[in-house]
């Protein structure tokens, strides 16, 4: 099987690159260099720590519920260790990379997510939309529980919160 590589004509690298495992997870592992490529097959993690030298790499094989980030340090990728939280810290973004288990797109499953330095877990759009909702239904009804004179002297209409 011949694999191809697209990449962009960008000045800058990508600071990060995941790769979802398909199969045993041997092929986003391969390291082969092109000079020992059979039939141009030149592995992808060469590719991104010695090609295009991305900065962090990481592996998420969904069977496993597991990730392995590397940090490329002096030209050659480092297997991060999880912080106490099991995340790996990406510093330039300021966020932490890591597997939370729950509920997402009417599937229960660990999930790949994002979280802030400090720990807490950055939502989805679909998440923040939600949160959203629950807000203004909550202030809705709040509202609704005034009376018509405290209403109009924050200068809401009654008849708007039917």
Known sequence: ??????????????LIVLEFVSGDGSEERDKTPPSQAEGGNVGKFWVYEQAIRVPYYGIYEVAKAQVEVYHLIDFTYQLMKPNERGHYPIAPLGVELGIWQGLYQNAELPWLRWWDAQGNL????????????????????????????QL???????????
């Open 122 to 149: 950055l939502l989805t759009g679909e998440e923040r939309a939600e949160v959203e909702r629950q807000k203004r239904l909550l202030i809705t009804e709040k509202l609704r529980n005034l009376s018509v004179e």
């Open 1 to 14: 099987m011949r694999r191809s590589y697209v990449l962009w004509k960008e000045y800058v690298a990508p």
């Open 152 to 162: 109009n002297a924050l200068g809401i209409d009654p008849e708007m919160l039917d």
